[in-house]
């Protein structure tokens, strides 16, 4: 995982160690806001080198840092609601996360909290929801499910599988006490309860792609 930190951005030192770690690496995920100092196209230009090694790149961000890195490729994004509205504009989810498929994502995952997780993929649009309204402290269920679906990827499990283990981890980082957390038992138990179902009709991937409003915020073109 590519985490930016706060200070200067050193682009040429950040690089040649980011490309040292591509050779060895499976995936890459590159999660978080940026930080003053870096560029908004900074995701674009790691995603842009994973793709040059051909490792798949998971890119979690949102608004003009997401749609830069959009362009370059990412096997998947993982928005949720509120980050996709700010990212494609006020339409439905599954209409959002095209959109960005359309800008460039090759599959696109959007939380939805308690409710699951919508995806668009090259091999169809799933939603996925949990067994239960897991109640609890929600920090970090983000990157449970993040993390799910990247070992997903690397693994190549086919889309309903890998959906139902992300939101089961997620579900259970939620129940967990401490804060990013979670129970081996309670993801074990959730795990077979997770409902995957394709979403229907398919329609056509959107044309129109977002682009950055006139004030620099998102807006769908």
Same mark, same amino acid.
């Given at each position: 995982?590519? /985490? ?7 682009? @040429? ?23 003053? @100092? ?5 995701? @674009? ?19 003009? &840092? ?13 928005? /949720? ?22 800008? @460039? &994502? ?30 609890? /402290? ?37 129940? &967990?006490?401490? &804060? ?42």
């Amino acid at each position: 995982m590519v /985490n930016l930190k706060p200070g200067p951005f050193r682009a @040429g030192s950040l690089t040649v160690r980011y490309r040292r770690l591509l050779r060895t690496a499976r995936a890459v995920v590159l999660s978080g806001s940026l930080p003053l @100092g870096v560029p908004p196209d900074a995701y @674009g230009q790691l995603v842009a080198l994973a793709v040059e090694a051909r490792v798949p790149a998971v890119l979690d961000a949102e608004g003009p &840092a997401l749609l830069a890195g959009l362009a370059a490729g990412p096997a998947l994004i993982k928005p /949720n609601a509120a980050e996709l509205a700010a990212t494609a504009g006020p339409v439905d989810p599954l209409t959002g996360a095209r959109l960005l498929r359309a800008a @460039g &994502a090759r599959a696109v995952v959007v939380s939805l909290g308690p409710g699951g997780l919508l995806a668009s993929t090259p091999e169809g649009d799933w939603r996925a929801r949990p067994p239960e309204d897991a109640r609890g /402290n929600p920090t970090g269920a983000g990157d449970s499910a993040v993390a799910a679906l990247t070992a997903g990827l690397v693994a190549g499990t086919p889309w309903p599988e890998r959906l139902a283990e992300a939101v089961a981890l997620s579900a259970a980082t939620v129940l &967990a006490p401490l &804060a990013g957390s979670f129970d081996p038992a309670d993801r074990s138990r959730l795990r077979p309860l997770v409902r995957v179902e394709p979403v229907h009709p398919p329609g056509p991937t959107p044309t129109r792609t977002p682009s950055p409003g006139p004030e620099g915020g998102p807006h769908p073109a």
